[in-house]
């Protein structure tokens, strides 16, 4: 009756789950020290906290490329 009940994920997706955990993780690291940037450029003008930003996505956007 408890084999009906457990669920065992096969291997191959739990390389895929590795995976996704792996890259939330470096993302989530790279968009908070985006953020901190941007806190510590509050004075500065729009156009630079924005080219901070848009460094921070691209960032996230090339993670899996390198």
Do not use: Q, Y
């Amino acid at each position: 009756m408890n084999a009906i009940f457990s669920f065992t994920a096969p291997a191959a997706s739990l390389g895929w789950l590795e995976l996704l955990l792996d890259a939330s993780v470096k993302a989530l690291a790279i968009l908070a020290l985006t953020g901190a940037a941007t806190l510590l450029l509050r004075r500065s003008s729009a156009a630079m906290r924005h080219l901070v930003w848009t460094l921070g996505v691209l960032a996230v956007l090339c993670m899996p490329l390198l």
